[in-house]
Each structure stands twice: as C-alpha cells, then as structure tokens.
C-alpha cells in the first residue's frame, strides 16, 4: 500500500509558482500540489517566514506540471535565474501585474 501512495503523489499536478508584494517588488518562487491552499495560507500569513515579513502574497505567475519532481526541477532553476529574467517572465504572461489567485478561485 505505501508504494501505491507514492506513486499516486508523483503522478499528481503540482504548480510552480511566483508571488510578489507588489509590481518590480520582493518575488518568491514556490513548489505545491496544491494552489489555491498554499497562495491562501500565504495571503493569511499561517507561516511566519519569508512571505509574511516581506508582504509577497500575491499570485503573478504560474506553471502546472504533471508531477511533483518535475516542478521541484523547474523551482530550482527558476530561484537560479537573475532577478531581471524573473520580471521579464512575469511580464510577458502578465503585463499588468493582476493578482491571478482571484483567477483560479472563481
């Protein structure tokens, strides 16, 4: 039985996702299988780390993958780009900066 757990966690969709406090402001790049429960809990400052000290609570960018290991790739390339590459991304799939959480809630 654990193994069929396993497998069925690898083989669920899992988000790349970028927050920022606001327009060119602090960013943060994270890894969920579960969206709208993790922006959520960033926006309710539940953990007290970096997103919370900072006010990074809204959803500018997003990635679906099939599985969990191929986004934690896609993380750590990401958090590796220069500042100035994560911007240019943000901008050319959302130009005006639109917190996407009110998006995919709906």
Do not use: C
Request: cysteine-free; overall charge positive.
């Amino acid at each position: 039985m654990p193994a069929k757990a396993g497998i069925s966690l690898m083989k669920q969709p899992s988000y790349v996702y970028i927050l920022a406090s606001g327009r060119h402001g602090t960013l943060y790049i994270g890894v969920t299988t579960d969206l709208v429960q993790r922006v959520s809990e960033h926006k309710a400052k539940a953990a007290k780390g970096f997103t919370a000290k900072y006010n990074v609570d809204q959803l500018v960018y997003y990635e679906v993958y099939d599985d969990i290991i191929s986004a934690i790739n896609r993380e750590k390339n990401m958090k590796a780009w220069k500042r100035e590459w994560k911007i240019n991304h943000i901008i050319k799939d959302n130009p005006e900066w639109r917190d996407l959480f009110y998006e995919i809630t709906q």
